[in-house]
């Protein structure tokens, strides 16, 4: 990623120009206020705010950053809008290619931050409002690339038209066809060569080689002459610039012995040796590691294809009491739609009519398929079983649960993990770098050795074994290729960030309520103070009828069969309970916290309380304030069983050396017992929800923490640790303060984040030892003579081959919840 310098909008302007959008500004004191913010920023000559259109203009010189700007508008309390783009691009080959549209994006007015995505050959830039999307396009083709914005409801679409979609079809048929034409024309160059080890010389005679390998090199290398102009128009270099300067040296020598052979006739070949084959053959070598590393690389986004292929094209809608097949984007919030079995649905919706079974496994991971009856939600994408299904369609398009799942899959793989910062450093000296050994390997044969015709030979051979590709293919590759296994398996993984973070974590944290257990609390028992029990659960119900909060559920589910009144003046008290009028009655309902800060003696169910609680119920108590005191009226202990899949998860994270903790806002009694049964390491209980973020700091005097949950009192929690994983069952709030959901509820799938993590961290490594590996090796003996050009073009084709063939090792990886749960004691 970059934060660009404020770039000038005419080049011979000085001071140079920005402008932006900025928000919130409602009067002339307002436009004050935001000129002296800006015009205290170091190299800001000028700023001029317009109040109608809402805009800012300023003249700065070129060390200002975007960023300072927008921390200045920030700091005066205004908002500046801002934008994201996404771009299709095409021509890059390697890393510099990468870092040299990065450069170009940044250089935009109003570009806030750019990242440049080599594996799906795509850039996402974040701007300042107001940038036009044609700037972009256009300074990406101006750094000799191709730009197209994608187009379709996704922003994923020009990955996936490079990926699967057909408009990469004709391109991926002209390049299988220029493979295939320049190996037909290079094989009569290169079999004569393999015939010499046996005695026999099937050398073709000069002029057939010219013809032979002049199209390979001039027409099926084109590719790489255009991306060298483009790369030494912007005064950088790429892996395309060597692959042109190696061959046309080895091609010139060779035209140039053909034509005047007595000029550098060598002793040892007669009327001077051809070079044809070498450099027909590296040409046609690199072309096959092009075509091999698209094909693999078409497989690393596989998962976001199978994700894109769920969608249906038509649904069939009941309007007016008529059936229709619409398109889909046709289907609108409210229709109803019908679904026949074994047909995909296709819209998130509410079940109205029948009963089914949904195979959800390509969704959420689920193996196995999800029962469905009237009242149940349904999600786009999945199948419908057995039976016949009437549903009401509650979202389409962009906010349907399938694209934003495809969204944020897409969003990781197109970020970059902080180990590719390094990357592009190195990336952006290599080409210079190797051109200058080349040189140096030139004149060193040529000058000492006195033979020029090695001393070309062993040049080519260095400009020809470097492969930059290989550099800018390790890190994307494997982050797409993780994040896609960990779709598949109902791991949303959001940033390459939260990926590589995940692997070096020491503690995982979760909530209790709906995250270890089944979130689905009983009554378990209620006692009255003066024994009328009846009594005492009605007015609980009425107090509770009107919140969404699982004990208030369980409550009003044991009250309903013999009804209850009306309650008023309800008001929450977070973290303690509630409080309300009930038939004229001031009542509190709550926890032991709120009991003690009202002055409620609750002696007389004191002991029973203890008792229930160390049994491992959650106990709530319910108290009349009147003109006198605030008096006990009973207790109600609730009890929520622990998910089936709990201690299967605790033991995995045991497994892989992690420490366990619980924070929950139950009684200690209550988080205990649960803690005691799954084998928790570490409880917090009676935690306020506004506290539980500053138990997770205190966790992390043991390491990097994680934290589990599912609720709205959660998200300050989740976006307090490491890394936030949200289960998929939680709240929206929860989802979006997590840097990893869960499609399922199953806390098992915690373990297999951090596995599907260090795993794909690992190849990281792997794929950048690799990467470097060919060149650390290769230039060194490029360079001392003893690798053949054509043996250096096999190599350097083969680097990127190898790295993302690695990748693909990550396809393999199995989430250990898919294994059938062991016997539990």
């Known amino acids: 990623m970059s934060a660009p310098a404020i770039p000038a909008n005419d080049p011979s302007a000085n001071p140079r120009t920005v402008r932006f959008d900025v928000l919130g500004m409602s009067c002339a004191s307002c436009v004050g206020r935001v000129e002296k913010a800006l015009a205290k920023v170091p190299g800001v000559e000028a700023a001029s705010v317009n109040l109608a259109t809402e805009s800012v203009e300023i003249r700065a010189g070129d060390e200002v950053a975007a960023t300072a700007l927008i921390d200045a508008v920030r700091a005066a309390g205004y908002r500046v809008a801002e934008d994201s783009v996404d771009l299709a691009i095409e021509g890059m080959t390697c890393a510099s290619c990468a870092g040299r549209v990065e450069k170009a994006l940044a250089a935009v007015p109003g570009v806030l931050e750019v990242t440049v995505n080599l594996a799906t050959e795509r850039a996402t830039v974040r701007t300042a409002g107001g940038t036009d999307p044609a700037a972009l396009v256009a300074a990406v083709t101006q750094a000799g690339y191709a730009a197209t914005l994608p187009q379709g409801e996704s922003t994923g679409d020009a990955a996936t038209s490079e990926s699967g979609g057909t408009a990469a079809n004709p391109r991926r048929s002209r390049e299988l066809r220029h493979l295939v034409i320049a190996i037909v024309l290079s094989a009569p160059l290169m079999l004569p060569m393999l015939a010499m080890p046996f005695g026999r010389d099937w050398m073709l005679p000069g002029w057939w080689q010219f013809a032979l390998a002049t199209p390979v090199q001039f027409w099926l290398g084109a590719r790489f002459y255009r991306a060298?102009?483009?790369?030494?128009?912007?005064?950088?270099?790429?892996?395309?610039?060597?692959?042109?300067?190696?061959?046309?040296?080895?091609?010139?020598?060779s035209v140039f012995h053909l034509i005047a052979p007595h000029l550098?006739?060598?002793?040892?070949?007669?009327?001077?040796?051809?070079?044809?084959?070498?450099?027909?053959?590296v040409i046609t070598l690199v072309l096959l590691g092009k075509?091999?590393?698209?094909?693999?690389?078409?497989?690393?986004?596989?998962?976001?294809?199978?994700?894109?292929?769920?969608?249906?094209?038509?649904?069939?809608?009941?309007?007016?009491?008529?059936?229709?097949?619409?398109?889909?984007?046709?289907?609108?919030?409210?229709?109803?739609?019908?679904?026949?079995?074994?047909?995909?649905?296709?819209v998130d919706a509410?079940?109205?009519?029948?009963?089914?079974?949904?195979?959800?496994s390509l969704i959420t991971g689920e193996s196995l398929p999800v029962a469905k009856q009237p009242g149940d939600r349904v999600t786009g994408g999945a199948v419908n079983g057995e039976g016949r299904?009437?549903?009401?369609?509650?979202?389409?398009?962009?906010?349907?649960?399938?694209?934003?799942?495809?969204r944020l899959v897409e969003d990781a793989q197109a970020k970059k993990a902080p180990i590719q910062r390094m990357v592009d450093k190195v990336s952006a000296v290599f080409v210079p770098v190797v051109v200058g050994v080349a040189v140096l390997t030139l004149l060193g044969w040529g000058l000492l050795g006195g033979d020029w015709n090695v001393a070309i030979l062993n040049a080519v051979a260095v400009l020809v074994i470097a492969c930059p590709c290989a550099l800018g293919l390790a890190t994307p590759t494997a982050i797409m290729a993780g994040t896609g296994v960990a779709a598949r398996a109902g791991i949303l993984i959001k940033d390459a960030e939260v990926l590589e973070t995940a692997r070096s974590l020491q503690v995982i944290?979760?909530?209790?309520?709906?995250?270890?257990?089944?979130?689905?609390?009983?009554?378990?028992?209620?006692?009255?103070?003066?024994?009328?029990?009846?009594?005492?659960?009605?007015?609980?119900?009425?107090?509770?009828?009107?919140?969404?909060?699982?004990?208030?559920?369980?409550?009003?589910?044991?009250?309903?069969?013999?009804?209850?009144?009306?309650?008023?003046?309800?008001?929450?008290?977070?973290?303690?309970?509630?409080?309300?009028?009930?038939?004229?009655?001031?009542?509190?309902?709550?926890?032991?916290?709120?009991?003690?800060?009202?002055?409620?003696?609750?002696?007389?169910?004191?002991?029973?309380?203890?008792?229930?609680?160390?049994?491992?119920?959650?106990?709530?108590?319910?108290?009349?304030?009147?003109?006198?005191?605030?008096?006990?009226?009973?207790?109600?202990?609730?009890?929520?069983?622990?998910?089936?899949?709990?201690?299967?998860?605790?033991d995995t994270l045991h497994r892989l050396g992690l420490r366990t903790a619980m924070i929950s806002g139950d009684n200690r009694g209550a988080a205990q017992a649960v803690a005691d049964a799954l084998g928790i390491d570490d409880v917090r209980a009676n935690v306020l929800p506004g506290d539980k973020a500053e138990a997770v700091l205190e966790l992390r005097s043991h390491g990097p923490v994680a934290m589990v949950g599912d609720g709205i009192n959660d998200a300050p929690a989740?976006?307090?640790?490491?890394?936030?994983?949200?289960?998929?069952?939680?709240?929206?709030?929860?989802?979006?303060?997590?840097?990893?959901?869960?499609?399922?509820?199953?806390?098992?799938?915690?373990?297999?984040?951090?596995?599907?993590?260090?795993?794909?961290?690992?190849k990281i490594r792997q794929n950048l030892f690799w990467a470097f590996i060919y060149n650390v090796v290769g230039i060194p003996l490029a360079a001392a003579g003893l690798l053949d050009p054509v043996v250096a073009g096999a190599a350097m084709a083969f680097s990127s081959v190898s790295v993302v063939g690695n990748t693909l090792l990550l396809r393999r990886w199995k989430p250990r919840s898919a294994v059938a749960l062991p016997e539990q004691d």
């Open 389 to 406: 299904l009437r549903l009401r369609t509650l979202a389409v398009g962009a906010e349907t649960a399938l694209a934003r799942i495809i």
């Open 718 to 762: 989740l976006s307090a640790a490491d890394v936030g994983i949200a289960m998929g069952g939680g709240s929206d709030v929860a989802m979006h303060a997590a840097g990893i959901t869960l499609m399922r509820s199953d806390p098992r799938l915690v373990a297999d984040a951090i596995a599907v993590s260090r795993r794909t961290s690992a």
């Open 509 to 650: 944290a979760f909530d209790k309520t709906g995250t270890l257990t089944e979130g689905r609390p009983t009554l378990a028992e209620h006692v009255a103070v003066d024994g009328d029990h009846a009594a005492l659960l009605r007015l609980a119900g009425a107090l509770q009828s009107g919140s969404e909060h699982p004990l208030a559920n369980a409550v009003v589910e044991a009250a309903r069969p013999a009804g209850f009144p009306q309650a008023t003046r309800v008001r929450a008290l977070a973290g303690r309970g509630l409080e309300g009028d009930v038939e004229g009655r001031d009542l509190l309902l709550g926890s032991s916290r709120l009991m003690q800060e009202s002055g409620v003696d609750v002696g007389a169910l004191q002991a029973r309380g203890d008792e229930l609680a160390a049994q491992g119920h959650s106990v709530s108590w319910l108290a009349e304030r009147t003109a006198d005191a605030v008096r006990l009226l009973g207790l109600l202990a609730f009890r929520d069983e622990p998910r089936p899949q709990a201690r299967a998860a605790i």
């Open 291 to 346: 075509w091999l590393e698209a094909r693999a690389k078409r497989q690393t986004t596989e998962a976001i294809r199978a994700l894109q292929a769920l969608r249906p094209a038509t649904a069939r809608v009941l309007r007016d009491g008529v059936e229709r097949q619409l398109p889909l984007a046709e289907v609108v919030v409210g229709d109803e739609v019908r679904v026949l079995p074994g047909e995909r649905i296709p």
């Open 350 to 360: 509410e079940v109205i009519e029948g009963r089914s079974h949904a195979d959800e």
């Open 264 to 281: 550098l006739a060598d002793a040892g070949h007669g009327d001077g040796h051809l070079y044809f084959e070498a450099s027909a053959v």
């Open 228 to 253: 060298s102009w483009g790369a030494l128009k912007a005064r950088t270099g790429n892996m395309d610039l060597l692959v042109a300067l190696g061959t046309s040296a080895g091609y010139g020598l």
